[in-house]
């Protein structure tokens, strides 16, 4: 039916064989089911989990984190003796949060998921 929003009630119940009371019945359901499908939505497809790492990169803290990991690589270089530590702190760091905020993310996802099935 075209523009159903500008037919009244009485017009919307005659062309669908219907009463207020009754509705439709089971037949007249599967059949509208098989000819125009379910009443729902698609699903979404899951965010992939390299796509929840990359979107880690958005975040300013994780920025901060690898340009201070950065600064601290160049200046290790330049610095005499064998001790990285400097540099690998903040790497350690930035890749620990990254980590976490993606397997949040993406439990997160999932719970919704579930949620959205009932």
Known sequence: MENAFLKSTAEILKHFDV?????????????????YG?????DDPPTPL???V??????????ILLGSATISFVLALFEEG??????????????TARTLRSLTAKSTSKGTDILCRY
Do not use: H, I, M, Y
């Open 19 to 35: 009463t207020e009371r009754s509705g439709l019945s089971s037949n007249q359901v599967a059949a509208s089911r098989q000819k």
């Open 82 to 95: 064998d001790d990285w530590t400097a540099f690998v702190d903040p790497v350690v760091v930035s890749n």
């Open 50 to 52: 390299w796509k929840l």
């Open 38 to 42: 379910s009443n729902s939505l698609p």
């Open 54 to 63: 990359l979107e880690q990169f958005k975040d300013q803290l994780v920025l």
